[in-house]
C-alpha cells in the first residue's frame, strides 16, 4: 500500500487538496441520495418501468451534457465547465425535492446531474483527472488516483450510510417515507452548492497548458478535443460502454431494492450495508499501485476485474441475507483496484493537452453504457422471478469486457505510469 503520493512532491499544492475535498462533497452526496433513489421514486408513485426510463434518461442526459462540458473544458476553462456542473447538480436537487411529477422528475433527471449508482457522473471526474494528471510526475499516477478514489468511496460509503439512517429516522418519528427522500434530495442541492464554492477556490494552475490550448486547430469541435490519440481514445471508449453497460443492471440503487424486495432490509440497514461495501471498494483501489508497478496498469485492471464479476454472479444465487451481503463485500473487496489503473492508463495513453477531452469521452462512453441497461432491468428487478437476472447478465458481460480489452490493448505502448 502506498503512502499518499502527494504528501511530499506536492504538499503544498493547494489545488490538489482542493480537488480531493470536491470529491469527497460530491460523492458523499451521490451516496447520499443513491441508496434510497429508486424508493423515492417508487414512493413518489412511479412504477418500476418508469423507474427504469428515468435512470436511463438521468445517465444519457448526464452524458450529452458531460460531452459538451469536458470535450471544452482545456480550451474554454476547467474551473468554468466544473463551476457549471455543479450549477446543474444543484438544479436537480431542487426538482426531486419539491414535485412527484413524473414529468418534472424526468427533466431534472435529464437536464440535470444525480448518480444512480453512487459512482461518478457528469463531466466532473474528467475534468479533475486531467487537472491532477498535470499537477504530479506519471509514474505517481497511479498511487494518487487510488487515494482520490479511496476518498470519493468513503465519501460514498459515508454518504450511504447517512443516507439510510436519516430517512429510517425520520420515518420513525412520523414523517412519511416519501418526505423523508424528499429532505435527503435538498441535502443534496445544498451540497452542491457547497461544491460550486469549493470550484472557485481553484487556481489558474488547474487549467490546461496555454501552449497545448492555442495549438488546437479550429476544427475541433469534430474532434471531440482528440487530435494524434482519437482511435486510440475511440477504442477503449467502445469497450467502456460494454463494461459499464454490464454496470447499469446493478446500480447501487436498483441492487438496494433487491435487497429490500428480497430480504425486506430496512433504509437504516441498506445504508449500513452500503457502507461497508464503499469503504471495502475504496481501501481495494489501495493496492492498486503496488500491483501495478508489478504487472502493469492493463494486467491489473483484468486480473483483479474478473474475480469480482464471478462474486458478482453469485450474489443473488445466496439464499439468505448474510450469505447475500458476504458476497457482495467480498465482491466489492476487490472490485476497485481497476479504478485507479484505469484512470492513470488513460492519462498515459494521451498528451497532455488532450487529457480532459480522453477522460471525458471515455467516461461519457461510460455513462452512455450504464444509461442504457436500466430500461432493461427496472421491469426485471419487478418480476419475483426474473429479478436475479440482470445480476448474471452483469457479471457476464463484464468478464467479456475483460477478455476484449487485453485483447485490444496488450501490445499498445504506453508512458510508464505506476
Request: aromatic fraction near 8%; glycine fraction near 10%.
Amino acid at each position: 500500500m502506498d503512502p499518499l503520493p502527494v504528501a511530499a512532491a506536492n504538499a503544498l499544492s493547494r489545488d490538489v487538496r482542493l480537488l480531493f475535498t470536491t470529491r469527497i462533497f460530491r460523492l458523499f452526496a451521490y451516496g447520499l441520495v443513491s441508496v434510497v433513489l429508486v424508493l423515492h421514486l417508487a414512493a413518489a408513485g412511479l412504477s418500476e418501468t418508469q423507474i427504469g426510463v428515468l435512470l436511463t434518461l438521468t445517465l444519457l442526459g448526464d452524458a450529452a451534457i458531460s460531452l459538451w462540458i469536458t470535450t471544452r473544458a482545456d480550451r474554454a476553462g476547467r474551473r468554468r465547465m466544473l463551476l457549471l456542473g455543479a450549477m446543474l447538480m444543484i438544479a436537480a436537487g431542487v426538482l426531486f425535492a419539491v414535485t412527484r411529477s413524473f414529468w418534472l422528475l424526468l427533466l431534472a433527471a435529464t437536464f440535470g446531474v444525480i448518480s444512480p449508482s453512487g459512482n461518478e457522473v457528469g463531466p466532473f471526474l474528467a475534468v479533475e483527472q486531467a487537472a491532477l494528471a498535470q499537477a504530479i510526475p506519471a509514474v505517481q499516477r497511479t498511487g494518487l488516483f487510488a487515494w482520490y478514489n479511496l476518498a470519493g468511496s468513503l465519501a460514498t460509503a459515508f454518504g450511504s450510510l447517512c443516507g439510510g439512517a436519516l430517512a429510517d429516522g425520520l420515518q420513525g418519528s412520523g414523517v412519511s417515507a416519501l418526505a423523508s427522500y424528499r429532505v435527503l434530495a435538498a441535502g443534496y442541492a445544498v451540497l452542491g452548492a457547497g461544491l460550486a464554492v469549493l470550484f472557485l477556490q481553484l487556481s489558474a494552475d488547474s487549467e490546461a497548458p496555454a501552449a497545448k490550448r492555442t495549438q488546437r486547430p479550429s476544427g475541433t469541435a469534430l474532434h471531440l478535443g482528440l487530435e494524434t490519440s482519437r482511435n486510440k481514445v475511440f477504442k477503449l471508449a467502445g469497450l467502456f460502454t460494454l463494461d459499464s453497460f454490464a454496470g447499469g443492471f446493478v446500480v447501487q440503487a436498483f441492487v438496494a431494492y433487491w435487497f429490500q424486495r428480497r430480504f425486506g432490509v430496512s433504509p437504516s440497514v441498506l445504508g449500513t450495508i452500503f457502507f461497508g461495501a464503499n469503504l471495502l471498494a475504496g481501501l481495494s483501489a489501495l493496492t492498486a499501485s503496488w500491483v501495478a508497478r508489478r504487472i502493469g496498469l492493463l494486467a491489473t485492471m483484468v486480473a483483479t476485474h474478473i474475480p469480482s464479476n464471478v462474486l458478482l454472479l453469485l450474489v443473488p444465487l445466496m439464499p439468505t441475507l448474510p450469505l447475500a451481503i458476504t458476497v457482495l463485500l467480498l465482491r466489492f473487496s476487490i472490485s476497485q483496484m481497476d479504478v485507479p489503473t484505469r484512470q492513470a492508463y488513460t492519462m498515459a495513453l494521451v498528451p497532455a493537452g488532450e487529457r480532459s477531452a480522453a477522460a471525458g469521452v471515455t467516461g461519457i462512453a461510460r455513462t452512455v453504457g450504464a444509461s442504457l441497461s436500466p430500461m432493461i432491468a427496472g421491469p426485471l428487478y419487478a418480476s419475483a422471478a426474473m429479478a436475479s437476472l440482470p445480476f448474471l447478465l452483469a457479471g457476464g458481460l463484464k468478464i467479456v469486457y475483460d477478455l476484449l480489452v487485453w485483447r485490444t490493448f496488450r501490445k499498445v505502448k504506453i508512458e510508464r505510469s505506476a
